[in-house]
């Protein structure tokens, strides 16, 4: 329940949160600054925002098998303006279809015997609109865009390819049989108001789920438990009033590229997932964190990297070194693109002066 009520709480504050930026003069960058966040004293994610802007992050330990830790980062501003862009790490969901001798399915409830948080499968639009509902308090309604990506098949048939083989692994050893597997993506912008002002709210979210069948041999007859364990392995969040759409859309899509959980933390939990099992055996999984805790820091001592993101897949852009070694993300519809004082990435469409004292950079290939 701790998991539900931090993801519920952190999507209601940004109801009341405007991203507030002035229109874009002609020929006038953009720009971005990326800041590591620390969990015990390891780097375990990042977070892009525009200069002048406070980034944030916060982890968290909850009571799930998968996915124990969770990682949120948030972006606003500081000089008296109004906004929120959010950031969520993996997020995992049970959805029980048959479970003979069990509690069977609690919508929006944790299933304390399972680990797990109960909601009813959802493909990456409707997870969208779930979302949605949460922020606003009521159904979103249709949204005024929806991208699905089509240009990310063959990643997604591959994830699900993924999946498959891994769930086939565990079909020998527990009388459990893959039904199907569906990985899905999704950004959708609603329409709405907040404090009087017609604004967009922009949710971006992947899912991956895997629906299974276990059987217990029994003395009359087999006991059965079938569910879709799923999870959206990213979740992003945005509102902005329409006047300034064209701008705080430039601003959402350099905050998706440059803001994620580690591949340390990602495998952290991966890690996890098999070894919380074997050390809680059904006991309380709070028992599990000071072990966890230790994993997160094997984990993340090796590094800060962040390889084969989504996004990678589903933007068109360039990757830039900067002068720290580390790397960032800018779309091919920029072709300006500088590094100024303190890691401010600065980046345009159009000509501009090269501010002061910063350096051109150029595309990796």
Not at 85 to 105: K, V
Not at 159 to 185: F, H, I, M, P, Q
Not at 198 to 209: N, R, T
Not at 301 to 308: F, L, P, Q, R, W
Request: net charge negative; charged share 20%.
């Amino acid at each position: 329940m701790r998991r539900f009520a931090l993801w519920t709480l952190a999507l209601l504050l940004i109801l009341p949160m405007l991203l507030a930026v002035p229109a874009m003069g002609e020929g006038e960058p953009l720009s971005f600054t990326v800041t590591d966040i620390q969990y015990g004293g390891q780097t375990v994610g990042r977070v892009s925002v525009p200069a002048g802007w406070e980034a944030s992050g916060t982890v968290s330990f909850g009571d799930n098998i998968e996915d124990a830790w969770l990682l949120m980062l948030q972006a606003k501003p500081t000089n008296g303006e109004i906004g929120l862009m959010s950031y969520f790490s993996g997020m995992p969901y049970l959805d029980i279809l048959r479970w003979d001798g069990g509690t069977g399915h609690q919508d929006g409830q944790h299933n304390a015997q399972l680990h797990a948080d109960m909601l009813h499968y959802k493909s990456a639009p409707a997870y969208c609109d779930h979302i949605a509902a949460q922020i606003l308090g009521r159904a979103p309604g249709t949204p005024v865009a929806d991208e699905q990506y089509p240009q990310a098949t063959a990643l997604l048939e591959r994830k699900e390819r993924e999946l498959l083989k891994k769930g086939n692994a565990l079909s020998g050893l527990s009388n459990v049989s893959v039904d199907w597997v569906d990985c899905t993506v999704c950004m959708r912008r609603y329409a709405t108001e907040v404090a009087g002002v017609p604004s967009y709210l922009c949710v971006m979210a992947g899912v991956e789920g895997v629906q299974s069948t276990g059987k217990v041999p029994g003395i009359y007859a087999d006991l059965v438990i079938q569910t879709i364990s799923w999870k959206a392995p990213f979740t992003y969040t945005m509102i902005c009033p329409v006047e300034n759409w064209d701008r705080g859309s430039a601003i959402f899509d350099q905050f998706i590229e440059n803001s994620a959980a580690s591949d340390q933390f990602e495998a952290t939990n991966e890690r996890l997932t098999t070894e919380l099992v074997n050390i809680i055996a059904g006991g309380p999984l709070t028992g599990g964190q000071t072990y966890s805790e230790r994993v997160l820091g094997e984990e993340a001592a090796s590094g800060d990297d962040y390889t084969d993101r989504y996004s990678d897949y589903l933007f068109d852009a360039n990757d830039y070194t900067l002068s720290d070694g580390s790397h960032v993300k800018v779309s091919t519809a920029y072709d300006y693109v500088y590094e100024g004082d303190n890691g401010v990435v600065y980046y345009s469409d159009s000509a501009f002066a090269q501010p002061g004292g910063s350096t051109e950079l150029t595309p990796n290939r």
